[in-house]
């Protein structure tokens, strides 16, 4: 496809970006031989599907706040209940799926008991460069536009 033309010299030097997951929207390109929009150059048509469909958030569901599990007294509370529990449950002629079952029923609801569940979705978003040297700075940055 030539796009410029000058003289004997034809060349295409003029291009659509388009993002490498949008190619397959793609339908058709073309030169229109008599429009020039800059002198010396032809005009570049593209025809493309866009995709309207909006994308649906995903609804919240409540998850178990097994973070809290990490604080000590919290997570010595939940051993001590799981221990009790299994203690209490008959466990002779259950099978592997029934044992797995029942035990995945005990650990998960000991956990909603003792840590809860979240009440909304997350309020940040975790990052792999977010520190407390980071925190800090952001916070001293703060304070000094309140000033």
Not at 42 to 54: A, F, G, Q, S
Not at 92 to 111: G, R
Request: hydrophobic letters at 30%; a positive charge; aromatic letters at 6%.
């Amino acid at each position: 496809m030539v796009t410029y033309a000058a003289g004997s010299a034809k060349s295409t030097v003029d291009y659509i970006m388009v993002r490498q997951r949008d190619k397959v929207e793609v339908r058709n390109v073309k030169v229109i031989p008599n429009e020039e929009c800059v002198p010396k150059h032809k005009l570049l048509v593209m025809d493309m599907r866009l995709n309207t469909t909006n994308r649906r958030h995903k609804k919240f569901e409540p998850r178990v706040r097994v973070w809290k599990l990490k604080e000590e007294q919290t997570c010595e509370e939940y051993k001590s209940m799981v221990r009790d529990k299994v203690e209490e449950e008959e466990w002779k002629h259950l099978d592997v799926n029934e044992h797995w079952h029942k035990m995945k029923k005990i650990l998960m609801e000991t956990a909603q008991h003792i840590c809860g569940m979240s009440k909304g979705p997350c309020r940040h978003k975790e990052t792999w460069w977010r520190n407390e040297e980071v925190a800090e700075a952001v916070r001293e940055k703060k304070i000094k536009y309140r000033k």
